[in-house]
């Protein structure tokens, strides 16, 4: 038996609740919630770039971003642009080209 938060539970219900922990359903979703918090602090700290740094950092700015995006949609007709949700739209691009989250 072991005690448990002023309680007591047996061998096999702590077991149980130890192995729900661990199991693959828990953890992957508890990493993609902390990953989610990490990217939204990440975007709010960082500035929107206004000046290239691709060749430097290998990132775009919003206008590189349409751009290449644009070709990518010309290129490959299986690709298109989304407006996406309203509530998660990126005010730096334009409604109807979008990054889907």
């Given amino acids: 038996m072991y ?3 002023s309680y007591f539970i047996d061998t096999n219900q ?3 609740i130890k192995s729900n922990l661990k199991s693959d359903n828990i953890m992957p979703s508890l990493l993609t919630a902390g990953a989610n918090k990490f990217r939204r602090a990440r975007e709010w700290a960082t500035p ?3 000046v290239s ?3 430097e ?3 775009l ?3 590189e971003f349409v751009k290449a995006g644009d070709e990518l949609v010309y290129k490959c007709p299986t690709w298109h ?3 996406g949700d309203p509530n998660k739209r990126k005010k ?3 409604k109807d080209k979008q990054v889907r989250n």
Wanted: zero cysteines; glycine letters at 4%.
């Fill in 3 to 5: 005690l448990q938060s």
């Fill in 14 to 16: 702590f077991n149980s």
């Fill in 48 to 50: 929107t770039l206004s």
């Fill in 53 to 55: 740094a691709f060749l």
């Fill in 57 to 59: 950092r290998g990132v």
């Fill in 61 to 63: 700015t919003p206008e």
């Fill in 81 to 83: 642009w989304e407006s």
């Fill in 92 to 94: 730096y691009l334009p």
